[in-house]
């Protein structure tokens, strides 16, 4: 699938994971890489920026494994911007598959 | 070339140092440090964690251009914006044509409307002096038909050179914010590095 499409859909991905839960980067960028193949490096980049912009904020957490982890939370501006992207993203796939499925009806 | 965390942090951290500041330096390089301990823990292996995440050039390239795009977001100049632009430049080859062709007709136009305005602004005042002399009755500046025009039209001129001059400045502030949006939304969606291998 092409890269820009992927890009383009990364920063609701990440929010959505993020209203679900809090995480820490590894985790997070599993998630997303478990569903969506794309470079993971380039998920860090998008934290800074959502950080930047108020819609996530961090805290560190201690681990079991020893090193304290950097834990990402959405603040109450990330959660309405969720909601808003979530709304978005919901009627315009629908409207692509309904577009989708209606071609390919009238290609038979 | 060995794949492993060290490896991967230096590259990270040698082409980011000199642009960013260390602290913002030293929380980028540590969200990656952590990636490898977290997927070192789970039972991944350097090699592993790195071809997932990418190559640490293309990384540190779209950060530096990120970085820089914000900084003339928050410190207008044109050095800032010219630094964000080549920034953006190197994340790939098509950003020729789709960050610097624009880019130099944006300016190129910007300053041709500037000379037309300053033109206008310089041979307005002159034209005006000249009617004043030829009023006065001096025949080497009889430049004017009608003396008394003159003075009207070389006081229009200048106007209009002046208002040239003020409308490019807010031209040239409109499409330096509407580029920063441009520049941000290419960075994070145009570019990218390619798949995970």
Known sequence: MNIQLKKGVLEICVLSVLAHKDCYGYE????????????????????????????????LQESAGGAPRKYYRLTESGRDEEHAQREEWMQFSASVNALLAGNTHADE | MLMNEQEFIRILR?????????????????????HFRAG?????????????????DDIAREIRA???????????SCGNIFHAVLATLGLGLFNLVFVLVPFILLVVMLLVIFMLGVAFAVIGPAAFVFSVL??????????????????????????LGLLIIIGDYYLARFFYRAGIRYLKWNIGVITGT????
Not at chain 1, 38 to 58: A, C, N, Q
Not at chain 2, 14 to 28: F, K, S, V
């Open chain 1, 28 to 59: 997070l960028v599993n998630e997303i890489s478990k569903r969506i193949d794309i470079s993971e490096g380039t998920i860090y980049p998008l934290l800074h920026r959502l950080k930047d912009e108020g819609y996530v904020t961090t805290y």
């Open chain 2, 194 to 197: 390619e798949e995970a291998e």
């Open chain 2, 14 to 34: 040698n082409r980011l140092e000199g642009t960013l500041a260390r602290d913002e330096l030293d929380d980028i390089v540590s969200d990656y440090a952590e």
């Open chain 2, 66 to 76: 990120m970085h820089l795009v914000k900084k003339a977001e928050s410190v207008k």
């Open chain 2, 134 to 159: 030829q009023l006065a009755g001096s025949p080497a500046f009889a430049i004017w038909l009608n003396p008394v025009a003159g003075l009207f039209i070389s006081i229009g001129i200048t106007t």
């Open chain 2, 40 to 56: 070192k823990e789970s039972g991944r292996s350097d090699e592993e964690l790195w071809r997932a995440l990418g190559s640490p």
